[in-house]
């Protein structure tokens, strides 16, 4: 028999390595990262507008690249006011040339800040379930705006936090267990903090070849990984090649574009790639840009009545939507 009570036992069982008293490892863990922790810059705002304009510009690019981007675009349009009213294709061209990855998140940025100015009267909703209707914000950015801004967010569930949680307390290797493990473990109405100290453990520390004691990891004396010396994670997706892939020539196009009015197709191609011809001609150029009309970024334009799937003439123009 045990005088434990039952939540104690559900706890045992989310997090099979923990300690039953969770109060320590939450308090080391918090100490060590203010203590000391990466200064990214939207670290230091509460700004929900610039936070979430970091979340977009993160999801592909690595953070100290963000860094340059994320300063930039905010000098250009410092509030979500000011990027609603800017020309789309002028953002769209600022993402492109920042190689900020797909130019959609350009696209829906911008309509999100729309929102938030026609349908919020200029307040960011502040919960993850309010804030995934905005355009373009799925769970997690939902999640991580409504923590790093508001506070008021559920836990983080990385790549990152998914390998910590899986070494220090075996937690299996199953995103329904990793919720329900990040969950227990995260302090109640302190999700600010503890989703940034969590990540920064899992992005300095508890990296794929871990730095334990180099990096003054808070949680060795209660992880599993370091007692046993087993530091196995789960499998981590690799990315696919940017170098060569339709999404780097959709970016391309989108950045010859923001130089030009508009370009024939044929003037267009070689621009994009300087193997333009044959099975990388017109027929492939048609599809990469009409790939992108259909994303509305750019306009495709018939002239003299040519219909936008016939070959033919090369006076079919393209052009960025604005």
């Keep these: 028999m045990t005088d434990e009570p039952a939540d104690a036992d559900e706890a045992d069982r989310r997090l099979p390595a923990a300690p039953t008293d969770l109060g ?21 705002t509460e700004d929900p507008y610039a936070i979430l304009v970091s979340e ?22 410092p509030t979500a006011a000011e990027l609603a009213a800017a020309d789309r294709a002028d953002v769209v061209a600022f993402w492109s040339s920042h190689s900020l990855g797909y130019n959609n998140r350009a696209k829906y940025l911008h309509e999100a800040a729309n929102q938030v100015e026609t349908e919020y009267g200029g307040e960011f909703p502040r ?11 799925g769970p997690y950015t939902a999640n991580a705006v409504a923590s790093f801004a508001f506070n008021e967010g559920d836990a983080v569930v990385d790549t990152n936090v998914k390998r910590v949680l899986h070494r220090a307390f075996d937690v299996p290797d199953d995103d329904a267990a990793f919720e329900a493990a990040a969950a227990e473990l995260m302090p109640e109405g302190e999700s600010r903090v503890w989703n940034n100290a969590i990540m920064e453990l899992g992005g300095v ?6 730095t334990c004691d180099e990096s003054g990891c808070p949680w060795r004396k209660w992880c599993h990984a370091y007692e046993t010396g087993d530091f196995t994670a789960p499998d981590v997706p690799t990315q696919p090649s940017f170098e060569g892939s339709r999404r780097q020539f959709r970016g391309r196009v989108i950045r010859i574009l923001g130089e030009y009015d508009e370009l024939a197709l044929d003037a267009l191609g070689p621009r994009v790639r300087v193997d333009y011809g044959g099975e990388t001609g017109r027929e492939w150029l ?10 509305g970024l750019v306009e495709v334009i018939a002239v003299g009545g040519e219909d936008e799937g016939e ?6 123009l393209v052009r960025l939507r604005r």
């Design 127 to 137: 919960t993850p379930e309010e804030l995934q209707e905005l355009m373009g914000v």
């Design 205 to 210: 520390a508890c990296t794929k070849t871990p």
């Design 56 to 77: 977009v510009m993160s999801q592909q690019t690595q953070l100290d690249r963000v860094v340059p981007a994320w300063e930039a675009f905010l000098d250009r349009w």
């Design 24 to 44: 320590p490892v939450r308090d080391a863990l918090v100490a060590w990262y203010e203590d000391d922790h990466r200064d990214y810059p939207w670290r230091r």
């Design 286 to 295: 048609r599809g990469l840009v009409g790939d992108l009309a259909s994303d």
């Design 311 to 316: 070959s033919g003439s090369d006076e079919t």
